[in-house]
């Protein structure tokens, strides 16, 4: 199974800041990654996928960018409504598709 | 606009079972593949089973294989995941999510249920 590792774990960070996540892939997954938002209690939502499309009603302060092994996902200008925890998901080689471990955004 | 309810989790004891159901609306239910994905208390997301919008291809997670059963029945517009055999790693909130993509599975999931909450416990 492909692993995906995210870093940060968690992440502090200001409203008008702008963040960066990355996602690393253990093998090469071309652009067969999406990124997920989750807050607390909530289900997951999809925010991009194929690495770098924007989800149907996401904002535009997010995008995500990467091929290959290596990913990113960026936010400008936080707003407090995108302080959540963040999954990346590759999703080239399945069964199994598979999640980073998450990393959490809260407020610094 | 797309929902899924998913319902039927509970507290069950150790080897016993459960059927958890996904009602969808919204959408042509029929055309897209489907999933249930969970989550444990704190942890990470887990995919555990998927569907294809015909019935014919349903892969499961090896940490399930043998004890859970997914199914669908697309005159009704619900999914179901079958849990025989349950232990106490199987405590989880589990989710049912549609596929992005029509006649695929992209296993990009762009509509998630609220989640069920099923806790193995003696």
């Known amino acids: 199974d492909i692993q995906m590792t995210q870093s940060p774990s968690s992440l502090s960070a200001s409203v008008g800041d702008r963040v960066t996540i990355t996602c690393r892939a253990s093998?090469?997954?071309?652009?067969?990654l999406n990124w997920y938002q989750q807050k607390p209690g909530k289900a997951p939502k999809l925010l991009i996928y194929?690495?770098?499309n924007l989800q149907s009603g996401v904002p535009s302060r997010f995008s995500g960018s990467g091929s290959g092994t290596d990913f990113t996902l960026t936010i400008n200008s936080l707003q407090p409504e995108d302080f959540a925890t963040y999954y990346c998901?590759?999703?080239?080689?399945?069964?199994?598709?598979?999640f980073g471990q998450g990393t959490k955004l809260d407020i610094k | 606009q797309v929902q899924l309810v998913e319902s039927g989790g509970g507290v069950v004891q150790p080897g016993r079972s459960l059927r958890l159901s996904c009602a969808a609306s919204?959408?042509?239910?029929?055309?897209?593949?489907m999933h249930w994905v969970r989550q444990a208390p704190g942890k990470g997301l887990e995919w555990v089973a998927t569907?294809?919008?015909?019935?014919?291809?349903?892969p499961s997670a090896d940490s399930v294989k043998g004890r859970f059963t997914i199914s669908r029945d697309n005159s009704k517009n619900t999914m179901y995941l079958q849990m025989n055999s349950l232990r106490a790693e199987d405590t989880a909130v589990y989710y049912c999510?549609?596929?992005?993509?029509?006649?695929?599975?992209?296993?990009?999931?762009?509509?998630w249920g609220q989640g069920t909450l099923v806790t193995v416990s003696s």
């Open positions: 569907i294809s919008y015909d019935g014919d291809y349903k």
């Open positions: 999510a549609k596929d992005r993509v029509e006649y695929s599975s992209s296993w990009s999931r762009d509509y």
């Open positions: 998901q590759q999703t080239y080689d399945t069964p199994p598709d598979t």
């Open positions: 093998q090469t997954i071309s652009s067969y």
């Open positions: 194929a690495a770098s």
């Open positions: 919204g959408f042509t239910f029929s055309d897209y593949g």
